[in-house]
């Protein structure tokens, strides 16, 4: 099984590129979704981040309030390495058992998209590292498009992470994603096509 690790800031079309895998027939872990299912209610990863943060992040069904939480970890650094603290290890350890459990099934092609990879230093669970890019002012309208969020609170998210330039170092591909979808859908199905596997 060949593994491709898909990275990029927020807005960088890390997830248009893990879906065009998909539809040529890589199977697809989001870490994104990942995390969100290690802190459902009854998990250790839910305990942990109850206990650090208090309960005023939850929902009336007593469900992570994720909006909540990011306000409050995107506006404090020391919040924000907390939550990575507790979610991390969590995390990295239900992407090793799904990776392996898809090269049980004899998977040709496993694509992790993950938007910390390079910062986790997760690079050793994937063959490549692909880092997709856009422009800062393409960034800030598919945010603002599809996450309703205010300019300000685009600035905070990207400010949060590490600039892309460190993830461009460890990239063996970098995919510009400022370009039509079926430009970006050929592009993509071309190096599948060349992937060893």
Sequence with gaps: MITIGITGT????????????????????????????????????????????????????????????GELVFNSPEALSSLDAIMRPIILEEVRSRLAELRGKGTRVAVLEAALLVEAGWEGLVDEVWVTT??????????????????????????????????????DLVIDTDKPLPELNAEIAQIFLHLKH
């Design 10 to 69: 927020i807005g960088s079309g890390k997830s248009t590129v893990a879906g065009i895998m998909h539809e040529l027939g890589a199977a697809v872990i989001n870490a994104d979704e990942v995390g969100h299912e290690v802190y459902l209610p009854g998990t250790a990863g839910w305990d942990e981040v109850v206990n650090t943060f208090g309960e005023d992040i939850l929902a009336p069904d007593l469900i992570i309030d994720r909006c909540k939480l």
């Design 134 to 171: 856009a422009p800062l002012d393409v960034i800030m309208k598919r945010l603002a498009a599809k996450k309703q969020w205010s300019p300000e609170q685009v600035r905070q998210r990207i400010a949060a992470q590490n600039p892309v330039s460190l993830q461009i170092k460890s990239a």
